[in-house]
């Protein structure tokens, strides 16, 4: 079974940047794609940035495209989420999830799809 730690989050002001991390241990991480979540108080989680195992192939919402960039680093068992021109609405609880399962050549959008979790870092971001 893998196990995820996330870090990285803060507090910022809007306009910045952060990077969040996201380092694994257990089964073999490397190949399952991975995706960034993030759930704002009274809101249901939704999907941030996924990346395939290979790391070829990525994926943005809409509302994170072209200020977030995902990456991984397969020999450090780690996923990456660069953060830039933040927004007041970016703020909430990041969660960094591995899919279920193994190869996808797409990453998938649908929490339901993955089934290991971190237990999440808070980005918070001031007007």
């Known amino acids: 079974q893998v196990h995820l730690v996330e870090s990285g989050g803060g507090l910022v002001q809007a306009g910045g940047s952060l990077r969040l991390s996201c380092a694994a241990s257990?089964?073999?991480?490397?190949?399952?794609?991975a995706g960034w979540f993030r759930q704002a108080p009274g809101k249901e989680r939704e999907f941030v940035a996924g990346?395939?195992?290979?790391?070829?192939?990525?994926y943005y919402a809409d509302s994170v495209k072209g200020r977030f960039t995902v990456s991984r680093d397969n020999p450090k068992n780690s996923v990456y989420l660069q953060m830039n021109s933040l927004k007041p609405e970016d703020t909430g609880v990041y969660y960094c999830a591995a899919d279920r399962l193994s190869g996808r050549v797409v990453p998938t959008t649908t929490t339901s799809d993955y089934n290991v979790w971190g237990q999440g870092t808070q980005v918070t971001v001031s007007s």
């Open positions: 257990g089964r073999t991480f490397s190949l399952y794609a």
């Open positions: 990346i395939t195992w290979i790391g070829t192939g990525t």
